[in-house]
């Protein structure tokens, strides 16, 4: 089913093509990395800069979900030394000129596949990420307002947001304790941001997320009955819908191997002076600075404001 929808959506990318600089929101974006360069349709590169010398990109033909080929991205130590200033990078990019407004909503979709070995150390790893443009006159260090991050040897999904006081003093709380309409997170007020913890694989427990130590009801999450995959579960694959709200307004869904995984609603993103007007999107294994090497596989990456062009029509949640 996979492989008649990216067909579909491929006739789609092209016919947009020549109308992408005029609504990029519109855009239909397909890549299999089949090829031995990105697609013309699909609207990514490789981001040239010193964090991205620590990776390597390779079009391969060993592993692969579908198709003839996959992505398989790659990072060694590179950094001085393992400080926090320094990190690595092997990031495929959304060109700029097809990035999306920031208040628009968009379907991604892609597969990964972790290679062995998994890093399992209590570290800070993504494996995608969706922000916001951020130019010269900002102040800060944004985090991504959704992420897909690994700790541990776990799977996990954070939002971020500009910092919203509790509506009462919440003080020091397990994340056992949130109860209904109220979502573990970490506040931190001297960045004016918080992060979310709205979604983890099966192996998750309360301890893992002893960083998320209070409760938000600026975030709201309905969990749908299904966890995240385990990293070394094989491919995964993901279909998320992203509508940053900082204002309260955000909406994300997330789905993995065709499971419903959560929904998120309230403040979603950031708001401050100098940020840019669009989103984007980048994966590929991400880290701080490390000792080890680091390898992933991505398939099947496709962008649309259609749900059916992403995930299959039946089981989309909205147009």
């Known amino acids: 089913m996979i492989g008649k929808i990216l067909a579909m959506a491929l006739l ?3 016919f947009n093509l020549a109308s992408a600089a005029a609504d990029p929101a519109g855009d239909v974006l397909i890549d299999n990395f089949d090829g031995n360069d990105f697609s013309p349709g699909g609207g990514l590169y490789y981001r040239e800069n010193f964090e991205q010398r620590a990776g390597t990109v390779e079009f391969q033909s060993e592993v692969k979900q579908s198709g003839t080929g996959a992505l398989k991205l790659s990072i060694k130590p590179f950094c001085p030394n393992t400080n926090e200033d320094c990190s690595e990078r092997a990031e495929i990019w959304e060109k700029t000129e097809r990035r999306v407004p920031y208040n628009e909503g968009v379907w991604y979709g892609f597969s990964v596949k972790f290679a062995d070995p998994i890093p399992r150390g209590d ?7 969706w ?8 102040v800060g260090d944004f985090s991504p307002f959704l992420a897909l991050r690994l700790n541990q040897g776990k799977l996990f999904a954070t939002i971020e947001t ?3 006081a509790p509506s009462k003093a919440q003080g020091s709380s397990s994340v056992k304790a949130c109860g209904d309409k109220r979502t573990p997170v970490w506040f931190r007020p001297d960045t004016n941001q918080m992060r979310a913890l709205v979604a983890t694989d099966t192996n998750w427990t309360p301890q893992d997320g002893s960083q998320f130590n209070s409760c938000t009801d600026a975030i709201v999450v309905t969990d749908h009955g299904n ?5 070394d579960s094989g491919w995964i694959d993901f279909a998320i819908y992203t509508k940053p709200g900082p204002d309260g307004s955000g909406h994300v869904e997330i789905f993995a191997n065709k499971k419903w995984i959560v929904t998120v609603k309230g403040h979603v993103g950031h708001a401050d002076k100098g940020l840019g007007a669009n989103q984007y999107f980048k994966f590929g294994p991400y880290r701080a600075a490390d000792k080890t090497d680091w390898t992933l596989y991505y398939d099947n990456f496709r962008r649309s404001p259609r749900c059916a062009d992403v995930l299959d029509a039946d089981i989309c949640p909205m147009p």
């Open 162 to 164: 500009n910092y919203v």
């Open 123 to 129: 570290h800070r790893y993504l494996i995608a990420q």
């Open 131 to 138: 922000k916001r443009e951020i130019g010269p006159e900002a």
């Open 12 to 14: 789609a990318a092209t």
């Open 227 to 231: 966890k995240l995959p385990t990293p």
